[in-house]
């Protein structure tokens, strides 16, 4: 019988079966962040156990308040900054050097086909995208995971969901898994893995898979995994090319983690997008999924663009050429945070800063911010923005505020109208 | 092992999620400690006001469907203990949610939905006293008494939660283990 990518990777990096069904694995990377990380190392501190199982497997970042806004998320970042230097981590990325958790870690190459990573950060589920098993946990799960490079996990079930057909005019990956979040609901895959297949997935570029990948967990899926391709080699190569002579050869070694034909699913469900038109979320619920021809007009305070989700260059490319000689409406502000040191650099390269800026945009350093309404761009009560995030819960941008999820298109051309736009118009 | 049962504390509705527990805005605190005085504090401004009194005294929290549900955040495990409670009752529960209960060797424990209704039965509100429950590990048994009497719910549990609960928690037992 054939086997899926998890359970390949759950086999081997088994370490034990405690009882049947729980699998403990070891880790291949154990992200953190200035959030969810402090009070581990409090608690390991206490403890006196001060120290990780292998610092080079270790990567960190401040992110989600950064600069810091006030004593406390001063205190946060100082904890994990005095901790990455006590422990000899060296990937540890402080302001200036610093970008969106799962934005800036694909960037640096460190997740490769095959890999087990965790995170205290539900979205940690994006790293799939390179064909590797990556689940967002609680901190105590984090905490073991620093000290002994391991985690428990359930049985690997998986549920194939394959995407057929072409995108039309106007339609990006966004679109497209909030298309597949609405068939299948907020726990349609709960407890499960999401593995995203078919020609629409095969044609994508890196930064759509991990635009989906991403919001895996809001149909409560464990992670998402896209299986490795050309795609991945040729994205993952400026940081292989020592360990393979060629790319083909590279290919070929991955190849060894893709799901076999004949391996079994819990579930299996097909969608053809060659009809979708682009997608936005109404209410507080992911999966309250409608076109946005029935939203135009809705009224908006804010857009925002950034995050895992939709803040790489692609995403700033896109609503760059609908902003491109336009203006913001007065009834809305824009608020652009490319996700990356990186994305931001080539971003000016590239024009699109000033093209933001002369629209009338604000643009902010990267970090997650406005997002989860901590910093940079929280919302007023009764306030409605469209961003291109993942997570649309009351209160997620600021207690009392409504967040419609849409595409950086979509996104860009409602910032021209001041409402919920069908960003085709712009096209 | 942590210690378990006592009061009920009954809070009638599903879905409660990890904003509820501890609002988000809290996340910048870095001390379980500095959990503890704001639990629950958004569902209180939701029509269940009046539990300020037997939230002191309680140690159980007896609630409905998906328990838990939302963020990762830890901190909602951490907030319930920092109030003494080590147990939560629903028909079931979020996946990180519940793991997270147990990883720090507390518990969710499910109970059939007939169950979980009869017991609300007993409550005449969310304020309600005099209702306690007992728990025994071993046995996987959850008592509850009453005015009314006495009666008794099986649960399951697998070997690993209840290692697990017997360690208090996943970083001991894997410390002691691996
Ligand atoms: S950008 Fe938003 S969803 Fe992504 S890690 Fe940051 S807070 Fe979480």
């Not at chain 1, 985690?151 to 679109?175: H, M, N, W």
């Not at chain 1, 939203?295 to 760059?320: F, V």
């Not at chain 2, 503890?36 to 209180?44: C, F, M, N, R, V």
Request: aromatic content about 8%; hydrophobic content about 40%; overall charge negative.
């Amino acid at each position: 019988m054939g086997k899926t990518l998890v359970e390949k990777i759950f086999e081997s990096h088994l370490v034990d079966n405690p009882c049947e069904g729980v699998h403990v694995l070891s880790l291949d990377r154990v992200f953190c962040h200035e959030i969810t990380t402090p009070p581990a190392i409090l608690d390991l501190k206490r403890r006196g156990k001060y120290r990780v199982f292998d610092p080079d497997k270790i990567k960190a970042v401040i992110d989600h308040v950064t600069p810091a806004k006030d004593s406390l998320t001063a205190t946060q970042g100082k904890i994990l900054r005095d901790w990455a230097r006590d422990m000899g981590i060296k990937d540890y990325f402080d302001i200036g050097r610093n970008g969106v958790c799962h934005a800036i870690f694909p960037e640096k190459g460190f997740v490769r086909p095959g890999f087990t990573v965790i995170m205290g950060d539900s979205h940690t589920c994006t790293h799939g995208a390179f064909g590797a098993f990556a689940a967002g946990v609680g901190t105590t799960d984090l905490e073991v995971g620093i000290l002994k490079g391991i985690c428990a996990f359930k049985s690997p079930e998986t549920t194939k969901i394959t995407i057929t057909g072409t995108p039309a005019k106007g339609v990006y990956a966004k679109d497209v898994i909030l298309a597949v979040i609405k068939m299948m609901t907020t726990n349609g895959v709960t407890n499960r893995v999401a593995e995203f297949r078919g020609d629409f997935v095969d044609n994508l570029g890196m930064d759509g898979r991990l635009t989906l990948c991403n919001m895996a967990v809001e149909m409560g899926a464990t992670s998402g995994v896209c299986l490795p391709d050309m795609t991945t080699v040729e994205y993952l190569w400026p940081f292989i090319a020592g360990d393979y002579a060629t790319r083909e050869e590279a290919l070929a070694d991955f190849a060894k983690w893709r799901s076999d034909d004949d391996a079994v699913y819990a579930d299996e469900r097909t969608i053809d997008i060659g009809d979708l038109v682009p997608q936005v979320t109404d209410e507080y619920r992911p999966d309250v999924v409608k076109d946005i021809t029935e939203m135009e007009g809705k009224p908006l305070h804010q857009i925002y663009l950034g995050s895992c989700t939709n803040g790489r260059l692609e995403d700033l490319a896109i609503a760059a050429s609908i902003l491109k000689g336009k203006k913001i409406s007065d009834d809305v502000r824009m608020i652009v945070s490319p996700a990356t040191p990186k994305i931001y650099s080539e971003a000016l390269e590239a024009g699109y800063v000033k093209i933001f800026m002369d629209a009338g945009a604000c643009l902010t350093n990267p970090t997650c911010g406005a997002c989860l309404g901590m910093s940079n761009g929280v919302l007023a009560p009764g306030e409605a923005a469209a961003a291109t995030t993942n997570r649309n819960f009351n209160g997620r941008m600021g207690k009392g505020g409504m967040v419609h999820l849409c595409s950086p298109a979509t996104a860009a051309a409602s910032a021209i109208e001041g409402k919920l736009t069908d960003p085709r118009r712009y096209m | 092992m942590k210690k378990f049962g006592g009061q009920i504390l009954f809070l009638d509705r599903s879905d409660i999620n990890t904003d509820e527990i501890i609002p988000a805005k809290y996340l910048t605190e870095v001390e379980r400690v500095a959990m503890g005085p704001h639990l629950l504090e958004d569902l209180k401004m939701e029509g269940f006001e009046h539990m300020s009194q037997p939230m002191k005294d309680s140690t159980v929290i007896l609630s409905r469907d998906n328990f838990g549900c939302g963020s990762s955040r830890e901190h909602a495990p951490w907030a319930l203990e920092e109030n003494g409670y080590t147990v939560i009752i629903a028909p079931n529960f979020a996946r990180i949610f519940r793991g997270n209960m147990y990883n720090n060797g507390c518990m969710a424990i499910e109970l059939k939905e007939e169950e979980v209704d009869e017991i609300f039965a007993l409550s005449s509100g969310p304020e309600t006293t005099g209702v306690s429950a007992r728990i025994d590990v071993e046995a996987q048994r959850v008592t509850v008494k009453s005015p009314k009497g006495e009666k008794s719910y099986p649960f399951a549990l697998s070997s690993y939660d209840r290692d697990l609960v017997m360690a208090g928690g996943w970083l001991d037992y894997a410390d002691r283990k691996y």
